[in-house]
């Protein structure tokens, strides 16, 4: 038999609404019960029991429930770490970024490497006043004003006329009076002229400045034979006969007129060391890079310390550290329990240059709205029977 007619003047109206990403599911739940009395008095016309109404309400909300705990989760499933986004693998440097690219000047004195041009193979030549040097079977070349490279690349085309694919390498044996050396991080390491009087500022200018994986401080060291460096931190090495001192980007930059930005001597060395990092991820108070300083390592306690310690939705038994493979842009996982080393139970973990930590967090489930619907279906019923009994 067919269930008889519901009045229309009773309605029981459940809103929905959905917050969220990928449907996760509601956040509020409202049942709005109109004229309760009037539906009461309706059913007894109709000759329905009053039970009807309570199992109509019980089914609505009993069904909701369900439907809320069938529903898929979009995202994750419950109790499954998140993964995290791929790091980004550091960008090489060139082999050609590394490379002096010191400009050839008068008096320089150059050692041709040509294994299959004898005449000038493993031969010292100097740069005339005039810029050019003079070599057996290739003539006369300007040399002055070239980079290595260059002088490289217009010897071999010269060679070709006497030799099929000639190989030239050239080495600077004595630099004319005035070179300056710039290594390490720097965005154009190499030997540079100093031609003229130069600061320190300018001639990072010339060099492009720093890396910006290079640390907060320059390091100059000069020969003996310079004079010693005008600072009141320069040290003095009787073993290899230099004065050096670290001068911080700061005071170069702060101040107007530094003393800080010296005037460089002939054969100078200005060095900029590249800052080594750890990275951590995921659910910690903040996510960034920490530098590891002069020290070999840093432990994992240490790095959850420094980022403000972990959120209240981490999962410390997933942790895991992605490591870089030696000579490749591959990273190896290491799974790491946490939570045992926070409480002690397993000795802490040190973490390497370059070290990705990273604590995923708890994924969202379906467990509130499955609360939520039962809570409906359990205090519905007797709240409506409250209500027609009163």
């Known amino acids: 038999m067919a269930p008889p007619a519901v009045p229309r003047c009773f309605r029981a109206h459940l809103h929905l609404q959905d917050f969220g990403s990928g449907g996760a599911g509601p956040e509020g739940i409202t049942v709005k019960i109109e004229s309760i009395r009037n539906s009461a008095a309706l059913l007894r016309r109709a000759g329905l029991p009053l039970a009807v109404l309570v199992i109509l309400l019980a089914g609505a909300t009993g069904g909701f429930a369900q439907q809320q705990q069938q529903q898929p989760d979009l995202n994750q499933q419950a109790g499954q770490p ?8 550091p960008t090489p440097m060139s082999s050609d970024a590394i490379r002096p690219n010191y400009e050839l000047g008068v008096s320089d004195q150059i050692l041709i490497h040509a294994p299959d041009a004898d005449e000038i193979n493993e031969k010292p030549f100097r740069i005339d006043e005039d810029g050019t040097i003079t070599l057996p079977l290739v003539g006369v070349v300007k040399a002055a004003g070239l980079t290595i490279q260059q002088l490289e690349d217009d010897l071999k085309q010269r060679l070709k006329t ?30 540079y002229a100093l031609q003229g009087r130069h600061t320190l500022v300018e001639m990072m200018m010339a060099v492009g400045g720093l890396q910006a994986t290079a640390g907060r401080h320059v390091k100059v060291t000069r020969r003996e034979e310079a004079g010693p460096i005008p600072l009141p931190g320069a040290t003095y090495d009787p073993d290899t006969k230099t004065s050096s001192v670290e001068i911080s980007l700061a005071a170069l930059s702060q101040n ?95 973490l390497l240059p370059n070290d990705v930590l990273y604590v995923p967090r708890k994924a969202p489930t379906s467990q509130t709205m499955a609360r939520l619907g039962y809570l409906a279906t359990a205090v519905i019923p007797s709240l409506v029977i409250y209500l027609l009994l009163r």
């Open 82 to 89: 998140e993964q995290p986004a791929k790091p980004q693998p």
């Open 162 to 191: 006497y030799i099929k694919n000639p190989v030239v390498s050239i080495t600077v044996v004595q630099f004319r009076s005035s070179p300056v050396f710039f290594v390490g991080d720097f965005m154009k390491p190499g030997i």
């Open 256 to 350: 107007i007129n530094p003393a800080e930005d010296i005037v460089l001597q002939p054969n100078d060395t200005i060095s900029a060391e590249k800052v080594e990092q750890v990275y951590v991820q995921g659910a910690v108070a903040r996510n960034m890079g920490y530098e590891i300083g002069d020290k070999d390592y840093v432990t994992v306690l240490q790095l959850i310390s420094m980022a403000g310690g972990l959120t209240p939705d981490a999962m410390p038994e997933h942790a895991r550290i992605l490591r870089p493979v030696l000579n490749s842009t591959r990273r190896a996982e290491i799974p790491l329990d946490l939570k045992r080393i926070l409480d002690t139970e397993n000795n802490d973990y040190p």
